[in-house]
């Protein structure tokens, strides 16, 4: 039976949560049973384990499963705060995919992981701010506390309603603060489909992260 599959699987990558040679294939496997309609809902005994490392595996699960993830959206929010850079890494994907004017708060958070101190975190929120609808994007602005993340989500509102000055993009990539360039570099994703110019000149920036996401994105692989 699927469900006793599924069940067993989950039991497999808590008892070994620590072992991947076993979780691994275990994973892999339980996300095929997710696909073919076992129980998204039950990931919550991995989530709710205790267990960092589980936690991360069912996380990594959510985001390979796209819109079927969508019933675990009041879970993300934890995650988006756990511990472990991957288990936020992850999470910032689930948010992508499922997040709408219902989950102002949850992406307020993604938001404000543009702060975050890992890179590889902060190159995911770059991805989401490139990426993500305006609606979305003004329903996390519309729920940031008043600050300097809130100024740069609410500009980047902006450049969807207005004729953008590249300029400013541009004094904002090329400035000081490191979270002000992240934002920047997301409107020059945002813009490449008319303009490649200022994605080009974030292929040399100082910040990894955003680097890195310049590269990818120019090479189509966003």
């Known amino acids: 039976m699927q469900t006793q599959a599924g069940d067993d699987l989950i039991q497999r990558i808590r008892a070994h949560s620590h072992d991947g040679d076993i979780v691994g ?3 892999n496997d339980l996300l095929s049973e997710l696909y073919d309609g076992y129980p998204v809902g039950n990931l919550a005994g991995l989530l709710h384990s205790g267990d960092d490392v589980a936690v991360r595996t069912a996380t990594w699960l959510l985001s390979e499963l796209g819109e079927l993830a969508a019933p675990m959206m009041d879970e993300v929010p934890a995650l988006l705060a756990h511990p472990f850079a991957q288990v936020r890494f992850y999470a910032v994907e689930v948010v992508l995919v499922n997040g709408d004017a219902r989950h102002g708060s949850t992406i307020a958070r993604v938001m404000s992981l543009s ?3 890992d890179t590889g975190v902060r190159w995911q929120v770059l991805g989401f701010l490139a990426s993500a609808t305006t609606d979305q994007l003004a329903a996390g602005a519309a729920n940031l506390e008043p600050g300097p ?3 740069l ?3 980047l509102v902006r450049l969807d309603a207005e004729a953008p000055d590249p300029r ?3 004094a904002r990539l090329e400035g000081s603060d490191p979270t002000a360039r992240l934002f920047a570099a997301a409107a020059a994703g945002r813009l490449s489909d008319e303009d490649t110019g ?3 000149h974030a292929v ?3 910040d990894e992260e955003i680097r890195a996401f ?3 994105w120019l090479s189509g692989s966003d």
């Open 25 to 27: 294939p275990a994973a």
């Open 115 to 117: 702060t975050d101190y």
């Open 149 to 151: 993340v809130k100024d």
């Open 153 to 155: 989500a609410e500009w």
């Open 168 to 170: 400013e993009v541009l």
């Open 198 to 200: 200022l994605l080009e």
């Open 204 to 206: 040399n920036a100082e």
């Open 214 to 216: 310049a590269e990818r």
